[in-house]
């Protein structure tokens, strides 16, 4: 995917982080009345004597997942009997390795102010782990991310969720990492990205509720903001790097 498509794709998911600006604005307002008044300079300027929203949430993201759910495996064929066995326990070892239980609170919790987004796959890769969304994976082994819809773009002009052309999701690695794992092309012009806590459309990132910074802020090491694209027509996750949307730096 190179020239005129990887332009149009570009051009697409830019519309398409448009179209969900008021989605994220929404987000963020509401956010800012579940954490309350004493959060940070940035929550609601209104205060209240008691946080009705939080207590709402709260009780609601406990009945649906207090904890990481725990697997059955069940078979009528008795000679499976005891293969099934094995594949439970290792279901809930493998969800207690990932820690699953904290990661679908963070989706519940999410779901709760617009949509909850998980990726789920499996790490496929040469080396012992692979970066998945700045978090390394074990080798061939089932994994499960939590994606904030800050993050997020998927095809706007589908009507059902079959037919979108494309979706993905936006995260931060160190630029050192990218330019020297070996895991990437097109890296040699890449220059760092400072921590935002506005997107180029001007609408506010959620994370900047409880910090004190501005665009451009530097963190502890250089890092970079990439965009995974997966685009299900042509079998193909695309990864883009900020500033340098023409040439992907990675293509699955």
Not at 172 to 185: I, M, N
């Amino acid at each position: 995917m190179i020239g005129k498509k990887l332009e149009r794709l570009w051009s697409s998911i830019k519309q398409s982080r448009r179209d969900l600006q008021r989605a994220r604005d929404k987000r963020v307002e509401t956010v800012k009345e579940y954490v309350g008044y004493h959060f940070s300079e940035k929550g609601v300027s209104k205060r209240v004597p008691l946080n009705m929203l939080l207590l709402l949430v709260t009780i609601y993201t406990r009945n649906l997942a207090a904890r990481a759910p725990k697997p059955l495996v069940t078979t009528d064929h008795s000679p499976l009997r005891g293969q099934a066995i094995k594949l439970e326990l290792g279901t809930e070892r493998r969800l207690r390795d990932i820690e699953f239980g904290d990661t679908i609170q963070r989706i519940v919790l999410d779901a709760m102010f617009g949509v909850g987004i998980a990726k789920i796959g499996l790490s496929r890769t040469d080396a012992d782990q692979v970066e998945i969304d700045g978090f390394n994976h074990d080798l061939n082994k089932a994994f499960v991310d939590h994606i904030s819809l800050d993050d997020w773009v998927h095809d706007t002009e589908a009507t059902v969720v079959e037919a979108m052309r494309f979706c993905g999701s936006r995260h931060r690695l160190p630029l050192d990492y990218v330019k020297t794992s070996g895991q990437f092309e097109n890296v040699a012009d890449l220059v760092p990205t400072g921590w935002r806590d506005r997107d180029d459309d001007g609408s506010e990132r959620l994370r900047s509720i409880g910090r004190s910074g501005g665009n451009g802020h530097e963190g502890y090491e250089d890092e970079i903001e990439t965009w995974d694209i997966w685009c299900p027509r042509e079998g193909l996750i695309v990864t883009l790097a900020d500033g340098a949307e023409d040439k992907p730096i990675k293509v699955v």
